[in-house]
T-cell receptor
Framework: NAGVTQTPKFRVLKTGQSMTLLCAQD?????MYWYRQDPGMGLRLIHY???????AKGEVPDGYNVSRLKKQNFLLGLESAAPSQTSVYFC??????????FGSGTQLSVL | AQSVTQLDSQVPVFEEAPVELRCNYS??????LFWYVQYPNQGLQLLLK??????LVKGINGFEAEFNKSQTSFHLRKPSVHISDTAEYFC???????????FGAGTRLFVKA
């Protein structure tokens, strides 16, 4: 049972480049989330989804887009990367809202 | 809106000593409260949660937390820590009717031999 899988694990981008982070879960969870983790700031919610075909904004949505075309996948896109988006990105999913299952993270550097 | 304040960014402690990691929250509505733990280079995992009922909640690895509504606190405690408890600990809050779990800034626990 893989749980929550994030790809890629590491990525280096140049300012202005675009990329997509993929999150896949095999637990049939309804809810999925994207967080970013920065030193001294904890985890901040970027976007989330309460079911297939739905998305909603979190605390820090600017500069990111998401899609949930299939229940098991939640994609996070950066259309034009900026150095301020250098961070560690975590995907999480849950069946009940009260317990999040996290992936192992994607370390993104934007130069 | 909810917010979470973790009062200590780093807590050094000797092995077998007790530890308390402090967490205060702010919310105008009913909330659920959580502690998550993050070991180096890993994602977060749930340590314990308070949903309702008894204010003393026991979690994995010997940790426990007490919900204090009047002080809006949810402090995490362990009576005797091990080297393996070295990790970052996050307090989090979720509105009972919402979907967004909000995290604090984290507390790094260093357990020294």
């Amino acid at each position: 049972n893989a749980g929550v899988t994030q790809t890629p694990k590491f990525r280096v981008l140049k300012t202005g480049q675009s990329m997509t982070l993929l999150c896949a879960q095999d637990m049939n969870h309804e809810y999925m989330y994207w967080y970013r983790q920065d030193p001294g700031m904890g985890l901040r919610l970027i976007h989330y989804s309460v079911g297939e075909g739905t998305t909603a904004k979190g605390e820090v949505p600017d500069g990111y887009n998401v899609s949930r075309l299939k229940k098991q996948n939640f994609l996070l896109g950066l259309e034009s990367a900026a150095p301020s988006q250098t961070s560690v990105y975590f995907c999480a999913s849950s069946y009940e809202r009260e317990k999040l299952f996290f992936g192992s993270g994607t370390q993104l550097s934007v130069l | 809106a909810q917010s979470v304040t973790q009062l200590d960014s780093q807590v050094p402690v000797f092995e077998e000593a007790p530890v308390e990691l402090r967490c205060n929250y702010s919310s105008s509505v009913s909330v659920y409260l959580f502690w998550y733990v993050q070991y180096p280079n890993q994602g977060l995992q749930l340590l314990l949660k308070y949903l309702s009922g008894s204010t003393l909640v026991k979690g994995i690895n010997g940790f426990e937390a007490e919900f204090n509504k009047s002080q809006t606190s949810f402090h995490l405690r362990k009576p005797s820590v091990h080297i393996s408890d070295t990790a970052e600990y996050f307090c989090a809050v979720l509105h009972t009717g919402g979907f967004k779990t909000i995290f604090g800034a984290g507390t790094r626990l260093f357990v020294k031999a």
